[in-house]
């Protein structure tokens, strides 16, 4: 949602209102590695902010905060976490989902069962093709893969959220001038009530081309960040 309007401040900053943009295919294993070396120069995705990945980059302001939930087929019977005892479940190679879900399955001895997906759609993929009989991820992608699912009723979202994340954007260490800048304007737009108006767009209106509807109302911590504008990492 932000990332038109830091293009926009970046052309104004450098007085370059013909700057070429070009956008780089991450995934959770390269997204950070790649930052790192120079082969792209920020990322506003679904990265969350965690004091560990704070030691190779930087993060922005938070501009959405999520939570590891499960997603599975209605006829699974999956409703919950104890209901993955012994069983295979998929979770992206590299997030923070597949580190949550560890410890939640070693703390209460499930035993679970993992398989790892290379990004967001191929761990989906598994649960589509009876690979695994659930996909942990952050709640936000479980709704938008489920929503543009060839058959998004044979899904549901299940399960308590286990740990609130904040997302921000991620830009090299060691150049605060660029994250003063995305700062600025991530707060500008949260400020003004732009930021409010595109989340209602995104969130919670009919999306083209299919126009479905996520139905996902902003979240509290969220709402409080619009005026606290942090950049805090995940506690």
């Not at 703390?107 to 009876?130: C, I, P, S, T």
């Not at 003004?192 to 126009?211: D, H, M, V």
Request: with cysteine.
């Amino acid at each position: 949602m932000t990332v038109p309007s830091i293009i926009d401040d970046v052309r104004k900053q450098l007085n370059k209102p013909g700057l070429e943009v070009a956008y780089v295919p991450v995934t959770g294993q390269n997204r950070i590695p790649m930052l790192v070396n120079g082969t792209y120069d920020l990322e506003c995705g679904s990265t969350t902010n965690t004091a560990a990945r704070g030691n190779d980059v930087s993060f922005t302001v938070s501009y959405f905060y999520a939570g590891t939930r499960l997603l599975a087929k209605k006829v699974s019977n999956i409703k919950d976490y104890a209901n993955l005892a012994g069983k295979m479940v998929a979770v992206p190679a590299g997030s923070t989902n597949e580190k949550i879900l560890r410890k939640y399955s070693d703390d209460h001895k499930l035993n679970m069962q993992f398989v790892l997906g290379e990004d967001y759609r191929d761990a989906f993929r598994l649960v589509e093709e009876d690979k695994a009989v659930a996909v942990a991820m952050d709640d936000i992608l479980l709704f938008g893969l489920r929503a543009n699912s060839s058959h998004p009723e044979s899904f549901e979202i299940v399960a308590s959220t286990l740990q609130v994340e904040p997302y921000g954007c991620m830009v090299r260490k060691g150049d605060p001038e660029f994250k003063m800048l995305v700062d600025q304007t991530i707060a500008r737009l949260m400020k003004s009530g732009e930021f409010t108006r595109l989340y209602a767009k995104w969130f919670e209106s009919p999306i083209p081309p299919k126009g479905v509807v996520l139905n996902m109302p902003m979240s509290e911590q969220l709402k409080a960040n619009l005026i606290a504008l942090s950049d805090k990492p995940a506690q």
